[in-house]
């Protein structure tokens, strides 16, 4: 009961600001009923005369920036969702600018001797108490460790895991209410959507985590020449502080910096595209927040990426789901659209195959027939899930997550070179991929086939050699041309045994390897 009266009083709160910036639509989503609605729209303050004008999800993302460091990450987390709030809003609370004043040296210092038990003067030689940024859960500083190593130090905010967790809280008590009340919640899952907020807002609140993604994404990339990820210093790093080596390097969001440092643009969005589709189809782990802030590159046009607190994954079906789809609009065969999608189970069997690629074909038709440099493959992938919602797809957080990163990438890309052909950079990367893989898995199977047939094979090969063994034993005394005749079938049947054998341990392995996989 005490908790209902905290959470109404803390969303009074939150609604006189939601007024200010004429977002009272909200309450309407939430299950409260015509009277409180209309109290909360008599009562709240009137909207600003500022905000006038202005799209609905430029309102909301000022609204959440008032909020505070949660509800902004919430807005980030809806601005992957646009199957549920469209393209327009998804964008602008893509727009959201996560920054909040610097936290002081004195807690700097104080997560630091908490952490390693140790002064900062002990830790590095020189520390830079003015922040280089300051975001909602973190502050990052540049140092200089005892080793002579130029660093980048990531910090913790203090209070901020506490108050994470109070806000939500109150995210699963509205949560909560919504399931009850409205019918759109069994499309929605809005308690779904606030366990995984919460579990992605903690691990990201966790930086030894984000250590750990670095780390596996340099590992990825150690043998690469187009694409450089930092080098964490785990000996600095726990689960308040993140010390990863200082990038020197231009950011790609400065096109004119660029073009001064004689700088291959050209080369920059290639890189950039094809270290990309690289992580997604070959690694199935891609870093998923690609704004220009988190981008640098170097005189050579290597990309240097920075910020891993926001990473996808892709397990090998949905990667080769999403590279044979690709492939199938790219060359415009919708029929094999529509296959892929039945083929891996995305869509009821009940629904019309037909109908579907038809549905198909009127998303790649309308975005494939703009100029070649239009082409937008993150469009495209959005349009169609947006589609598959007609035909019971379930949602599939990864591709949505993915589809947000590919646009934000293109959008990049396309600020650096506005006449870049898209397609055609993803299509070889694709077909190169599709033609490794498939080519193994195919002689995967034909293998685990022609072992499964001599496998059947064996009941028989066994009475076979029981029968030889039985007339050896019981014909003790043989002429010397009968001995000839044992001998050789006795030498063939182990030699075919030994075969049959060779056949086994091969299954074996082979199903190994596939129950690992």
């Not at 003067?121 to 020189?126: A, H, T």
């Not at 994470?164 to 919504?178: G, M, T």
């Not at 492939?327 to 069997?349: C, E, M, N, Q």
Request: aromatic residues 10%.
């Amino acid at each position: 009961m005490f908790n209902n009266f905290r959470f109404i009083l803390r969303l009074i709160k939150i609604s006189s600001i939601l007024a200010k910036y004429d977002c009272l639509f909200l309450l309407d989503h939430l299950g409260m009923g015509s009277i409180p609605r209309l109290i909360a729209k008599t009562l709240l303050p009137k909207p600003l005369k500022s905000v006038r004008g202005l799209r609905i999800g430029e309102r909301l993302s000022k609204a959440l920036q008032e909020l505070g460091p949660s509800f902004i990450k919430f807005g980030q987390t809806w601005s992957t969702r646009p199957d549920l709030i469209g393209n327009n809003v998804a964008d602008d609370l893509a727009e959201l600018r996560d920054r909040l004043p610097p936290f002081s040296i004195n807690d700097v210092r104080g997560i630091l001797r908490m952490s390693f038990e140790k002064e900062i003067d002990e830790l590095f030689l020189d520390f830079n108490e003015k922040p280089i940024a300051a975001a909602s859960i973190a502050q990052v500083h540049f140092a200089i460790t005892k080793n002579n190593e130029e660093v980048a130090v990531k910090i913790l905010r203090p209070g901020i895991e506490k108050a994470f967790k109070q806000d939500i809280e109150l995210f699963k008590w509205i949560a909560n209410i919504v399931n009850r009340t409205q019918k759109y919640a069994e499309r929605l899952k809005p308690i779904e959507i606030i366990k995984k907020f919460e579990e992605t807002s903690l691990l990201e609140m966790d930086l030894s985590i984000e250590a750990a993604a670095a780390s596996e994404l340099r590992e990825n990339f150690q043998d690469c020449d187009f694409y450089y990820v930092p080098k964490i210093n785990w000996s600095l790093t726990s689960r308040r502080v993140l010390t990863i080596e200082r990038v020197n390097g231009f950011s790609i969001g400065n096109k004119n910096t660029l073009v001064e440092e004689g700088i291959n643009l050209e080369k920059v969005v290639e890189n950039l595209l094809r270290s990309f589709l690289i992580q997604v189809f070959r690694d199935g782990f891609f870093h998923a927040d690609l704004h220009p802030g988190n981008l640098f590159t170097d005189k050579n046009g290597r990309i240097i990426p920075v910020d891993f607190g926001i990473m996808g994954r892709m397990d090998v079906k949905n990667r080769r789901y999403l590279a044979e789809l690709m492939f199938a609009f790219l060359t415009r065969d919708y029929d094999k659209v529509s296959d892929i999608h039945f083929a891996a189970g995305y869509i009821p069997s009940t629904q019309s195959k037909q109908s579907f690629a038809l549905a198909c074909r009127a998303i790649g038709e309308s975005v494939l027939g703009k100029a070649a440099n239009e082409v937008s493959i993150g469009n495209l992938l959005y349009r169609l899930l947006r589609t598959t919602e007609y035909f019971q797809m379930e949602t599939q957080p990864q591709l949505l997550l993915l589809q947000k990163t590919l646009v934000v990438a293109e959008g990049v890309a396309r600020q650096i070179d506005p006449n870049l052909v898209l397609w055609e950079k993803a299509q070889e990367i694709i077909e190169n991929w599709l033609t490794e893989n498939i080519n193994v898995k195919m002689k995967t199977e034909q293998a685990l086939k022609t072992s499964i047939e001599k496998i059947n094979k064996i009941p028989k090969i066994i009475d076979n050699l029981d029968l030889i063994l039985n007339e050896y034993s019981n014909n003790k005394t043989k002429t010397p041309e009968q001995e000839i005749i044992n001998s050789k079938y006795q030498k063939k049947s182990i030699f075919n045994l030994n075969h049959w054998l060779i056949h086994i341990i091969l299954f074996i392995i082979i199903m190994s390897l596939i129950i690992n996989n």
